[in-house]
């Protein structure tokens, strides 16, 4: 039974269009395969679908590039100078712009001034100015970073030497607790070693009814005297 002719015209349904693509170019390719086997031709097909997805097929016994020269010098036609001369352009471009901008640079530090004009000169004072106001800028804003780091720091500082003084405030208010330095009572400690001088002996001073679970030696002076136990704060 016969196939019915198609109307060759453009598919309006992308999913139509789509299928039609993937199993004529699969058909294409088949072709190009027989007629390399076949014919012992060198083919090259190179197809680019409405979705800019890409598709080739070279025959085995050949390259892509030894393909495109083969057609250079049966066509008489150079494929690559246009590109090659375009590459050559660009690259005297972009040599232009990094003399340009070694030269600036050069100027900016106080070299290569001998052919400005008197209006260049002016304008790279300028530019020059405005560096380094922006540099300036900057300098500050670090700076002051680090000073509003070191302000937290210190006030944290602050917050935990105040948060151990109502400590020992609260310690010296405690009738279990005392401080006896060299045989002379004290109801807080404010104060450290100096460096150099020997360590204080601390001694905690125990009530006679509570137990002593401190770590440390005891000392009893008499018959009614409490139980001391003595500690060394080193410098």
Known sequence: MARGKIQIKKIENSTNRQVTYSKRRNGLFKKASELTVLCDAKVSIIMVSCTDKLHEYISPSITMKQFFDQYQKASGVDLWNSHYQ???DELRQQKEVNRNLSKQIRQRLGDCLEDLSFEELLALEKDSQEAVYVIRERKLKVIGN???TSKKK???AQDVYKKLMHEFD???EDPQYGLIE????Y???YGYPQM???PHILTLRLQPDHPNNLHGSVTTTGPTASDLTTF???G
Do not use: F, W
């Open 170 to 172: 609260i310690r010296g």
């Open 86 to 88: 375009k590459m050559q």
């Open 187 to 189: 109801d807080n400690v």
């Open 182 to 185: 060299n045989g002379i009572e």
């Open 154 to 156: 210190v006030r944290s």
């Open 146 to 148: 680090k000073v509003e």
């Open 232 to 234: 060394g704060l080193l």
């Open 196 to 198: 150099g001088a020997p």
